[in-house]
């Protein structure tokens, strides 16, 4: 847990790291920790394969944590493995077919794709499960509005903006749905200011292409204080790949 509070709200990976080895000295490791320190540490620090591992390693001993497999379905999909991270979210929807979280990254999926009747079905079952969670709300709210339904959208936004803590990563949501992704950049941004615990894997997770992409990159890993920031993507291409 000491790690985890260095990760998320002080971003200090020397600590972090210190922390996580201190807790895999007891052996065998358990599978909460491997989690942990894949999510929380391998992911934002562009080390995917290393995350993967872990996280395989994990399910060998939990095979029914479906945190454990979003985590994993996020690292594959971060690797650019999008058949590989499907079957991750079908082993998902198998245990847990409600899960708001897996069916928000599918109602993504099909968004990015154009399906927007997918889309929109997907966030539609999301919210229905987590009406609170401003990642959802954000995400629905993005798919309404690609689907054109703009008053519905706005209602959501509306409530967004009503929170005091929490709204900049909706926005993120909506924003990088409907592929804005200077605004979207600008609310990750807001949201690592408010060490909002969400911002680990929205920024460092499959978000970070886009992010690269679009030369926003750079900025939010120094505000995460990340090491390497000069490298820009190569790092993280390298970790994909090899």
């Not at 807790?23 to 995350?51: D, I, M, N």
């Not at 054109?148 to 993120?172: C, H, N, P, T, V």
Request: glycine fraction near 8%.
């Amino acid at each position: 847990m000491l790690a985890q509070v260095f990760c998320f709200l002080d971003y200090d990976w020397d600590a972090a790291g210190r922390h996580f080895a201190l807790a895999q000295q007891q052996q065998p490791v358990p599978p909460h920790v491997r989690y942990c320190f894949a999510g929380s540490y391998l992911v934002p620090l562009g080390r995917l394969t290393e995350a993967t591992d872990q996280l395989w390693r994990a399910l060998q001993e939990d095979p029914l944590n479906a945190g454990c497999r979003f985590h994993l379905a996020l690292c594959l999909s971060a690797a650019g493995k999008s058949e590989e991270a499907a079957s991750q979210f079908r082993h998902i929807s198998d245990i847990d077919a409600q899960s708001p979280l897996a069916l928000i990254l599918q109602s993504r999926r099909h968004l990015d794709s154009g399906n927007l009747e997918g889309a929109l079905s997907f966030a539609e079952r999301a919210y229905s499960g987590a009406p609170e969670n401003p990642t959802i709300l954000g995400a629905y709210a993005a798919a309404l509005w690609c689907h054109g339904s703009r008053d519905k959208a706005e209602a959501l936004l509306q409530r967004l903006r009503r929170r005091e803590y929490g709204s900049a990563i909706g926005f993120w949501a909506f924003y990088s749905g409907c592929m804005e992704l200077d605004n979207a950049a600008e609310w990750a941004a807001k949201a690592i200011e408010e060490r909002d615990p969400n911002v680990l894997p929205v920024v460092c997770g499959p978000p970070r292409r886009a992010f690269e992409a679009s030369g926003h990159w750079p900025a939010l890993a120094r505000l995460l204080n990340l090491p390497g920031v000069a490298a820009g993507s190569s790092g993280h291409s390298q970790s994909a790949t090899t």
